[in-house]
């Protein structure tokens, strides 16, 4: 079925690396995804990595992708307290858009 | 540029009424769709729709309604209110196929049903 799996919680010290993990179902999907939901907002696209490749970095974030495993991560490097957020996985599946239940970012001082 | 706009911000329901959730966007995009979010589940799609009279069910239809009159347009409606329904519910849209775009999302309308 349609699932998108990632751990609900995550604290981590500011200035540290924060790595979300997440797997996913579909072996076909084109592109996956990860979002940011700030307190009281609607989600965001953060960043996005098509399925042929293995990973993408943007600044301070790096996208790993293993298709085998149908494994993807998100690191995100320095972070910061602006990072505290929900960061939700997804997947493109045909016309479709499926997330994960998100992971809460919480830094700590 | 508006974006995606979702009214009410806010809405309180007896069990049983009906009440239309409303999504609009200014960017032309073809594609719309509603989701829900619930404490430990995450974001579930409810219906969307990839252009003007087309509509098709996501994970989680069951109790809701949905029309495609417009490209701007995309109402969610619920025909009789359930406790379970109590949500925050989000419009997103993209400009091509849902699956290959970047969602745009609206703020939210945050539904309790008493």
């Known amino acids: 079925g349609e699932d998108v799996e990632q751990s609900l919680f995550l604290s981590v010290r500011e200035g540290d690396s924060s790595v979300i993990n997440c797997t996913y179902t579909?072996?076909?999907?084109?592109?996956l995804y990860w979002y940011k939901q700030e307190p009281g907002a609607g989600l965001q696209l953060l960043t996005y990595?098509?399925?042929?490749?293995d990973m993408k970095q943007d600044q301070r974030l790096t996208v790993l992708l293993n298709k085998k495993d149908k494994h993807l991560s998100l690191r995100i490097a320095d972070t910061q307290t602006g990072d505290s957020a929900i960061y939700f996985c997804a997947e493109s599946m045909d016309d479709k858009i499926i997330f994960g239940k998100g992971t809460r970012l919480h830094i700590l001082p | 540029n508006a974006g995606v706009t979702q009214t009410p911000k806010f809405q309180v329901l007896k069990t049983g009424q009906s009440m239309t959730l409303q999504c609009a966007q200014d960017?032309?995009?073809?594609?719309m769709s509603w989701y829900r979010q619930d404490p430990g589940m995450g974001l579930r799609l409810i219906h969307y729709s990839v252009g003007a009279g087309i509509t098709d069910q996501g994970e989680v239809p069951n109790g809701y309604n949905v029309s495609r009159s417009t490209t701007e347009d995309f109402p969610l409606r619920l025909l009789s209110a359930a406790p379970s329904q109590t949500s925050v519910y989000f419009c997103?849209?993209?400009?091509?196929?849902?699956?290959?775009?970047?969602?745009?999302f609206g703020s939210g309308t945050q539904l309790s049903v008493l």
């Open positions: 579909d072996s076909s999907s084109t592109y």
């Open positions: 990595i098509f399925s042929n490749m």
């Open positions: 997103a849209s993209s400009y091509g196929r849902g699956g290959n775009e970047k969602l745009f």
């Open positions: 960017m032309n995009h073809e594609y």
